[in-house]
């Protein structure tokens, strides 16, 4: 029995002694705040000590629901869902009178963009574990909000008494769980810190992303996620003074928190934002040095791209601060700088919320004065009479307009739709596709944000992209400094006028150029109605007068189809309805001039079953890009398959296949035969940036790929200093910039794009030889492609007039080779129709 029981001494010891460890260093990190003992601690909730495994979003919210009930500090505010259904819970703490009073404080937060001075209390706002492995921050959360919610201490109090404090333990649900039940699978009794470790080494996709493998951090302007809108909701609700934005970098680096590097802050950014942030630094030095925990700021990070969560705030007057603990990425893990332990990690994390909350305390007068200076200047007002402004068209896409005005409409920036049409320039402002948005009103410096246009930077160093101009992003027709009077616009949403369908119609035509179209056309043929598409232009007599229409144009006979006439019209009206499409009926199929509706130029379209290739060696973010776009836009079914798989898959079952970026190193050369047998039996393979290259290999794509590596040569490196190494790794780094691709728009692939230029983004040095068989080009780089951001001038002459867009036959099948992803973060809406254009009218033209 003694035996027995030393030896179960001797295996819960060293257990015993990590939950002490864990507490020890939580308690030390808050300074051994005093707390009432009724409001349940993360460790007495969980039943062992925070940390010691790690937590899942639903253990999170369950928690902040007992703070709730036990403490008359705490609220919680709901702000959505994420993509998996999971509930995104806020807690808002602050004292028993301040909750009480919560209606006023909020009508006085709805004020500040009048720029009125600011009374009530000040705002903080803590946000946690954006990606969902970083996941020291959500611990952190749970600790904060329980000191928060019982301490006594007296600077707790003072705090509350003059603060409302928002705590966001993990802005990304879905992310946080798939890296929790991975972490927990592989932990043991006795921690691993080996790096080499399962625990340590995601499986693929990771829990960085969300659903759609998207990284929410990057997702702070176009609002593509409901995670995100959730997000920028309640920013414009509390338009919090200060942010906190809690991050994991590497596990060999320490501690890092804003400002970042000087020369890399946008300049938008006002220098008072900079200078509060480096006072408020102070504050987490201190916190930092009392642990003895090493740390560095103003390196590595930056402050430029504003869709990150530090930087957001920044362009909307308030201060946002990053801040980057080394990860352990489990339980400890072995570092440069010695043994990373998870409890530690939290406790840092901590430890500068609380120094943020002190900081900002400290600081609360400056805070409030600088957010109500940024709404106080004169050209911050609510427009009124004549304003000069930004004159946007979606050129007969009306679908873009409204993407867009949603959009702007969540980041409070006015707009107002055209009661009648105008022309500026040589272009026709039509009230269905266009908007005004008046430069001088309270969202003036994020709307200059959006819209911004540079191409000329102090530092080529980007830690995200380079430019994110709206303009490019929604392929607009744009006129600047055009002068209405808002008084005679308005701000509701044209009418649509309801789609009729006489008896008598033979045919209804769809503009293939609205962004719904293809939305529309994966509904029609799911439910079996044949549907046609028009290889060249036409015009043609419908219910409306006389009108254009061009190739890529939709035609749906009314006669012959499997569908009985009435539940057709029926549907066709009912699609038109809900996707605010406009549809064009027609009596015959006589053309005006061009083709008739009966011509063999009129192309039938096949049900399409996709396919997409995942897994190690394949990009999650592009493959989750290329998801999203299927299922959130077309609303199709996209079958993805483990790489592991592709040997033995039947690819005869499947019309496509997408190969998104990726090294593909994993897959044998030899099953390029597989798939050039798919190929000549009629598939069409859609691939882009390193797909292309594997393709190569294995000798199934034609074209000559250029990859990285042969971009090498352009820079020259002949009597550099050592120290300028880094200026020469910028000018390699292609870190997004927008250029400008030449359209072949009789090509198919280029269908229902607007215009001869197509802008897209690109992020990689890849590209592809000139000089290949005739016809495979449908697009090319602009002779000088650079429309925004930074690409060096090696780069700019090397990409000249060289094939972007390839479409090559093979047998009764085609390859489209994407030098780009068009799909960038899929908020490129009208590049995406490239991809449409591939599932539903490639196939057609052999």
Known sequence: MMLRLCLLLLFFT???????????????????IATTSAIESPSQFLGYPLGSWHLRHDQ???YLKQLARQSPRVSLESTGSSHEARSQLTAVITSAANQANLKQIMAQRAQVKSGQPQTGPLVIWLAYSIHGDEASGAHAALTVSHQLSSSQEPWVIDLLDNAVVLITPTQNPDGLDRFSTWANNYTGKVNNSDGNHNEH???????????????????????????????IALFHRWHPHYV???HEMGHNQSYFFQPGVPKRTHPLTPEENQRLTHQLAAYHAKALDTRQQPYFSQQMFDDFYYGKGSTYPDING?????????????QQQESDNGMLVFEQAIANQVATSFSSLKGALALKQELQLFQTRFYQRKDKHQPSGRESGLLISTSQDPGRRDDLAQVLQQHQILFFYLREGLRQGRHYYAPRDSLFIPINQPQKSLLLALFDQRTEFDDATFYDVSSWNFTYAYNLQLARDVSLDVDTLSSQRPLDAPLSIAADSVAVLIDWRQHHAATVLQQ????GVKVKFAAKPFSIMTSAGASDFTAGTLQIPLGRQTMASAPLRELLISLATHHRLTMATVTSSRALSGIDLGSPDFHPIAPIKAVVITGYGTSASEVGELGYFMDQHLAAPLTQVDVSRLPSLPLNRYTHLFLADGSYQNVAEKLARKLGQFVNNGGVIVAQK???????KGNLLKSDVRNPRAFEQLFATDGMRFDEQATLRARKAIGGAILALDLDTSHPINFGLQGNILPILKNKPLGLLAGSSSFTTAASYADEPLLDGYLATEYQRSFSQTPAIRVERHGQGAIVALTDNLLFRNSWLDAQKVYSNSLYFIPALH
């Open 14 to 32: 060293p257990l015993i002694a990590q939950a002490a460890s864990i507490n020890q260093n939580v308690t030390t990190a808050t300074s051994a």
């Open 60 to 62: 999170i919210n369950f």
């Open 201 to 231: 080494q995601q499986n693929w996709p990771s829990g960085r992303s969300n659903h759609y493998f998207a990284d929410l951090n990057r997702d702070w302007l176009f609002l593509r996620h409901p995670e995100t809108r959730a997000r």
């Open 244 to 246: 906190g934005d809690f």
């Open 318 to 330: 308030s201060v946002g601060m990053l801040f980057e603990q080394a990860s352990v990425r489990g």
């Open 524 to 527: 029609l043929l799911s439910h």
């Open 690 to 696: 390193g797909a292309l290259s594997w393709l190569s």
